[in-house]
């Protein structure tokens, strides 16, 4: 079914409301991109480059070892890596052997990884060559259908000078010892011819990858996306897109073929980071650094500021917690970070006062989008433009995809608009369903009006010009004195405090069968504050009963792996000290 123009006079001015020819392979992206840019950078990692012509070599070569060592269509195999270079060619490699992807963290536990092969079925796995990673992938396949594991080792990837002088002086990562039976990342290039089998894929029907949710209500679950989730979303972004690429001119669609350098600060094992960088960057025949670990450097994300201005970026992705972190580093002034031009903000609600420190500090442009890893991920967004965006709000959908406000209890009915409600979405991107999870997908989706839609467990409303707010998660919603209390708005207005860095807003119990408001603030380095201080701060901001009853001030606030504010954890410690 096709999308129709969303009911807003400020759609984006040239923006198709629908997608078409997205229905290909997702490996099509770097056999196109090698064939139209062979030899256009494609990654850089410490200096050292790669072109789009060695990134597919290298994945043909992946998929034809893979292929050797049995793996066939439908077959799991599991990539435990951070952003290094080695990760494109792994991931296109797998997907031409007929392979599912199953992307995982790879700074989780052996425990927490081995479930996860587990529940996939995995059958092979790519790790890091690292005295930390190698370890715990040799303990996380104990028990499972694991019977290939490849390390891979950064050397690999560095210019040869660095990778000579690092050996010499043992500053290169490597596991102390190999498992005989596991291969090198280098051993299988080197071994392995440059042609990809032959495999038929149904891009609508075949999964591409399992990508496991944060497990906020239990176990984590796998989200199962076939290669259409991903290329259909990947075309909606490129639709979606409007950029002034130079002074004076006027907004037009993201260029391709190297104008754009995608900033890697996104784990690319998360979906948001997978398809707004790394498939979107290969796509657009475009350039992209790749950030290991964007915490590097002292104080942190000092290397991630270098990045930007030796590299000249021009595009990051990233999550709120990511924006903050650039605008109280305390030398930000000292580094050029003018190549910006659009900052994609997601994973998590982009503070307003945050936006706007950013941009002041930046002159870079963030647009807020909404998405999960259920939805590959991006399901809507604010237009790129400041003229037509709304700070606060998730924007429009992107071409190809409805939302409808549903009611809280059945998700079955649509609620009129300025109505609070559950965000349901649907289209090319929503996933096929959980992996071998029945029961909660019959719980997770409803067919409306002869579209299928998947309730996101998020409430939010369309507002009078018809951009979509979200107000919070439908659990972590607060009720008190039976008003409801959403976290996020309390949030909002703690981040515009000036001492304030982060803060988290949780519901604890009253004692009575109702709710209190707590929050948590992580200061600004060198700042001090007083409870009665943010006490008074909010009495001024907001309505009584949303005002939190007690502040507790942390050296740090619990975030995941992608910079979300994890709530559950706080709320969990509340409750344990009942």
Not at 33 to 48: E, G, K, L, M, Q
Not at 267 to 285: D, E, I
Not at 300 to 320: C, D, G, N, S
Not at 449 to 468: C, K, P, S
């Amino acid at each position: 079914m096709t999308a129709t123009k969303w009911p807003t006079s400020y759609w984006p001015e040239g923006v198709a409301p629908d997608v078409s020819d997205y229905e290909k392979p997702i490996f099509n992206f770097i056999d196109d991109s090698a064939r139209d840019y062979p030899d256009h950078v494609y990654t850089i990692f410490n200096d050292a480059t790669r072109t789009f012509s060695q990134v597919k070599d290298t994945a043909d070569r992946v998929a034809n070892f893979l292929v050797s060592k049995g793996i066939k269509k439908g077959d799991r195999v599991a990539i435990f890596l951070p952003n290094l270079p080695h990760y494109p060619a792994i991931f296109f490699g797998i997907l031409k052997a007929g392979g599912v992807c199953v992307t995982c963290n790879p700074m989780y536990t052996a425990s927490e990884l081995n479930y996860q092969l587990k529940d996939a079925g995995a059958k092979a796995a790519f790790c890091m060559d690292h005295p930390q990673f190698y370890p715990t992938t040799q303990e996380a396949v104990k028990n499972t259908n694991v019977e290939t594991v490849v390390y891979c080792n950064v050397k690999s990837y560095l210019p040869k000078l660095k990778g000579f002088l690092g050996s010499l002086l043992g500053k290169i990562p490597k596991a102390e010892s190999h498992d005989p039976n596991h291969t090198s990342f280098d051993e299988l290039v080197a071994s392995s011819e440059p042609k990809a089998p032959s495999i038929k894929i149904d891009p609508k029907e075949d999964l591409a990858l399992i990508i496991y949710t944060g497990g906020t209500t239990g176990r984590p679950k796998g989200a199962a996306l076939c290669h259409t989730n991903f290329t259909s979303n990947v075309a909606a972004l490129d639709e979606w897109g409007r950029l002034v690429h130079e002074k004076s001119g006027k907004p037009e669609k993201m260029r391709k073929g190297g104008f754009h350098t995608y900033l890697g600060v996104l784990p690319w094992y998360h979906s948001f980071g997978l398809t707004v960088c790394m498939l979107s960057a290969c796509a657009g025949g475009s350039k992209m650094v790749c950030i290991p670990d964007p915490r590097a450097g002292d104080p942190p994300f000092t290397e991630v500021l270098k990045a930007v201005q030796k590299y000249k970026t021009t595009i990051m992705p990233a999550v709120p917690t990511i924006f903050v972190a650039f605008t109280n580093h305390r030398d930000i002034d000292n580094y050029d970070l003018t190549s910006l031009m659009g900052c994609f903000s997601g994973g998590a609600p982009l503070p307003p006062e945050v936006c706007k420190q950013f941009e002041a500090k930046t002159g870079a442009v963030i647009f807020e989008g909404y998405g999960l890893s259920e939805t590959s991920p991006v399901a809507s967004s604010n237009p790129t433009s400041t003229t037509t965006r709304k700070i606060g709000s998730i924007g429009f959908p992107v071409p190809g995809t409805d939302i409808k406000i549903v009611d809280l209890d059945t998700g079955q009915t649509s609620l009129p608009q300025g109505e609070d409600g559950e965000i349901a979405i649907s289209g090319p991107q929503v996933m096929k369903g959980y992996w071998n999870r029945t029961e909660e997908n019959q719980a997770v989706f409803r067919e409306i009006e002869g579209r299928r839609y998947f309730l996101t467990g998020d409430i939010g409303h369309v507002d009078e010009d018809g951009y979509i707010i979200i107000t919070d998660r439908k659990k972590d919603m607060i009720l008190v004195g039976g008003f409801n209390v959403y976290p996020r708005e309390v949030e909002d207005v703690l981040f515009t405090h000036p001492k304030v860095e982060l803060a988290a807003v949780v519901g604890i119990p009253d004692g009575k069968g109702g709710e209190t408001v707590k929050a948590y603030v992580q200061l600004k380095p060198g700042q001090t504050a007083t409870e009665t201080e943010i006490q008074e701060f909010c009495k001024e901001h907001m309505a009584g009963y949303k005002r939190p009853r007690s502040v507790e001030f942390r050296d740090s606030i619990p975030v995941s792996p992608v910079g979300k504010i994890l709530r559950r954890v706080l709320r969990d410690e509340e409750l344990q000290k009942k």
